[in-house]
């Protein structure tokens, strides 16, 4: 490969962007060798290696298709041209936070959560910043109209709190995520299967447009690489690094989300799940997820809590108080020995509650107090009768 | 109070009876002085005591109101008429299993889950037998459509695999479970809040009534006792003793169910909840135990995992399989290098999928075998492409 020589940081920075780029197309990510490479001597090294052959038996073997390709100039020419950047280890916006926990030298001890040499991107949001309070919403592309009302309500709640919404920018959940937090002005971030100038599906190149112009597109994959099974399952990882927690709003038994969900698990991310009905097949692998020991979720705040800065936590569901709340035992006791109509003395309210007739007479006090109760010519009444509990 | 007095069998064993439901009635349930008097002299000796007032203070006057009202024979007469029967801790049937955890000496270390002084049943189910496989099902008043589809769904599962169904006999979710386990010609056991002639809701007397011919209707209340909200909550505790499980089917925020599962974790039994949609107000209940640590539960198998004899497991969901499953993963990637239409090179493979042209071959070769590629002219194609995954 040709790689510009001299010894200014112009020149070496260059050269570097150069290296990281052929060797993001070089091997097929996730690849345990080349990070290993990398690891030990620099991406300016490894790329020279690499192209003269001279590394490890099995990194050859994983090179052997791709070494003699050098098209890192003209990949870096065309991102150039779309307004994007090659993000790398290199650059301030590598997000540490979030690879931190299987970048660099962890990638022996978890070899499948490694992170990618470089990210190719186009948007004006920086990754850190991103990156630092994040959350992934995924889903099934067959979402039903609940899920789809569910996402949209929680992306655009995250969206509301400063939450960088990540998602694939599938059709069904990932879709609606995404458009929700366009909708409410929000931070998104869409992790693509292949290469930054192979926007899929085609029917979401304007939605993924909309994004990387006011949010982020990413990829690992360099450009013109065409998405591919083992390529989503890859990228899923991506999404589950990206966000603090993962929620999956729907997911059939196979379910991307699922795999998305498996890798939030690995890397240590929290993985969140939106019940749904038991009867609906795309809540299917949610409650499976659920039953797995994902965190149930049902509104953003839930999710914000989980994502979000220390001390922020849910309000509490508001909790209709009824007129007993805030009586004693012994008071609710009495409350209910009296009867529904007419009056009865102290000695059959002792009977009818099961307490002494001395010990009635205090909680029959705090009732006249609250209202619930009245004395009428010795004997005592019911003020007010709310409905029967269960 | 009068108690028949002798040395024969028959006798002490009818004073014994009378002694159990003189308590019954003697001291609103549940009481720990009665419970700690009995087990440390036995129920002839407490009853004594107890009407003669020779007991602690706090003894004295939680029985003050009712130490004079010997109702026992006739309590016991009007029982037997209905052609039912006290069973008392005297009596085999009693279930030693469900209560053991919070009955007899443990009372003090457990004061909240105490066991009935005795208990009124009508029905021709023994009780332990019923209580050895049961699980409670439970919820709301206010059902929707789905929590009642549901309901049945659970209630008739549970009732094929011969596990009893124990519910409070309620409008929603537990007639709903009840009737769904009478048509199944299953055992299904309702626990009433109040006297066993006291049927409670009068527009469930005839459910109530069918339950008391095949299954089993009990309280720990004698004749005559009105329910009241302090009674349902505390005949939630034996709904929840007597089953292994306990399942919230649907539940508001503030619900009797809620109740019923918080008894049944107090007693160390399991609790599980079914979700809903997030959308619902009659599923946040369960969200809300969900969150809290209650198993998510979607289908009877899996109350059934949790209830039944060891060794029952729910079966794995059946889940569809593709062609790619049976693939490597050197198979899977070299299956999406291929072009979705058109022929291309060994090599071209090699490039698209990132192995080495030699790794290529082997992958290859399995995918023709497979029926997923062939050769064509020293070229390959793919025979047939699945939806392309997320």
Same mark, same amino acid.
């Given at each position: 490969?040709?790689? %510009?020589?001299?010894? *200014?940081?112009?020149?070496?920075?260059?050269?570097?962007?150069?290296?990281?780029?052929? &060797?993001?197309?070089? =091997?097929?990510?996730?690849?345990?060798?080349? #990070?290993?490479?990398?690891?030990?001597?620099?991406?300016?090294?490894?790329?020279?290696?690499?192209?003269?052959?001279?590394? *490890?038996? $099995? @990194?050859? !073997?994983?090179?052997?298709?791709?070494?003699?390709?050098?098209?890192?100039?003209?990949?870096?020419?065309?991102?150039?041209?779309?307004?994007?950047?090659?993000?790398?280890?290199?650059?301030?916006?590598?997000?540490?936070?979030?690879?931190?926990?299987? +970048?660099?030298?962890?990638?022996?001890?978890?070899?499948?959560?490694?992170?990618?040499?470089?990210?190719?991107?186009?948007?004006?949001?920086? @990754?850190?910043?991103?990156?630092?309070?994040?959350?992934?919403?995924?889903?099934?592309?067959? /979402?039903?109209?609940?899920?789809?009302?569910?996402?949209?309500?929680?992306?655009?709640? &995250?969206? !509301?709190?400063?939450?960088?919404?990540?998602?694939? +920018?599938?059709?069904?959940?990932?879709?609606?995520?995404?458009?929700?937090? @366009?909708?409410?002005?929000?931070?998104?971030?869409?992790?693509? =299967?292949? +290469?930054?100038?192979?926007?899929?599906?085609?029917?979401?190149?304007?939605?993924?447009?909309?994004? +990387?112009?006011?949010?982020?597109?990413?990829?690992?994959?360099? %450009?013109?690489?065409?998405?591919?099974?083992?390529?989503? &399952?890859?990228?899923?990882?991506?999404? /589950?690094?990206?966000?603090?927690?993962?929620?999956?709003?729907?997911?059939?038994?196979? *379910?991307? $989300?699922?795999?998305?969900?498996?890798?939030?698990?690995?890397?240590?991310?929290?993985?969140?799940?939106?019940?749904?009905?038991?009867?609906?097949?795309?809540?299917?692998?949610?409650?499976?997820?659920?039953?797995?020991?994902?965190?149930?979720?049902?509104?953003? !705040?839930?999710?914000?809590?989980?994502?979000?800065?220390?001390?922020?936590?849910?309000?509490?569901? %508001?909790? %209709?108080?009824?007129?007993?709340?805030? &009586?004693?035992?012994?008071?609710?006791?009495?409350?209910? =020995?009296?009867?529904?109509?007419?009056?009865?003395?102290?000695?059959?309210?002792?009977?009818?509650?099961?307490? #002494?007739?001395?010990?009635?007479?205090?909680?029959? #006090?705090?009732?006249?107090? /609250?209202?619930?109760?009245?004395?009428?010519?010795?004997?005592?009444?019911?003020?007010?009768?709310?409905?029967?509990?269960?």
């Amino acid at each position: 490969m040709e790689l %510009p020589s001299g010894r *200014s940081k112009a020149v070496t920075d260059e050269a570097r962007t150069l290296a990281w780029a052929y &060797l993001s197309r070089v =091997a097929e990510p996730p690849c345990d060798e080349i #990070a290993a490479l990398v690891g030990d001597v620099g991406p300016l090294d490894a790329a020279h290696r690499v192209a003269a052959g001279e590394v *490890s038996d $099995a @990194l050859r !073997e994983r090179t052997a298709a791709r070494r003699d390709i050098d098209a890192a100039q003209a990949d870096l020419d065309l991102l150039e041209r779309r307004g994007g950047r090659l993000i790398t280890p290199d650059d301030d916006e590598w997000p540490t936070l979030a690879f931190a926990s299987f +970048g660099g030298s962890a990638v022996r001890e978890r070899p499948h959560g490694r992170a990618p040499m470089a990210l190719w991107a186009i948007g004006p949001a920086r @990754l850190d910043e991103a990156a630092e309070r994040a959350a992934a919403i995924v889903g099934t592309r067959a /979402a039903s109209g609940y899920g789809e009302h569910v996402a949209a309500d929680l992306a655009a709640g &995250l969206a !509301e709190q400063d939450v960088t919404v990540v998602s694939g +920018g599938a059709y069904g959940i990932d879709g609606v995520a995404h458009r929700a937090v @366009l909708a409410a002005e929000g931070l998104t971030v869409a992790v693509l =299967a292949g +290469g930054i100038d192979v926007l899929y599906p085609a029917g979401h190149s304007s939605l993924l447009h909309r994004i +990387g112009n006011s949010g982020l597109l990413l990829t690992e994959y360099p %450009p013109g690489v065409r998405p591919a099974r083992h390529r989503f &399952l890859t990228r899923n990882r991506l999404v /589950a690094a990206l966000g603090t927690a993962t929620v999956v709003v729907e997911a059939g038994v196979r *379910s991307g $989300a699922a795999n998305t969900a498996a890798w939030a698990r690995a890397l240590g991310r929290v993985v969140c799940a939106v019940p749904g009905p038991v009867t609906s097949a795309s809540s299917m692998g949610c409650h499976t997820l659920l039953r797995t020991g994902a965190e149930l979720v049902t509104r953003a !705040e839930e999710v914000i809590e989980l994502v979000g800065r220390a001390g922020e936590f849910a309000d509490e569901e %508001p909790r %209709p108080i009824g007129p007993l709340d805030a &009586l004693s035992d012994a008071e609710k006791q009495v409350y209910e =020995a009296l009867p529904a109509r007419g009056v009865c003395s102290v000695d059959e309210i002792a009977v009818a509650s099961g307490l #002494a007739p001395t010990a009635v007479l205090g909680p029959l #006090a705090m009732l006249e107090i /609250a209202g619930l109760a009245r004395r009428d010519d010795g004997c005592w009444r019911l003020v007010r009768r709310p409905a029967s509990p269960r």
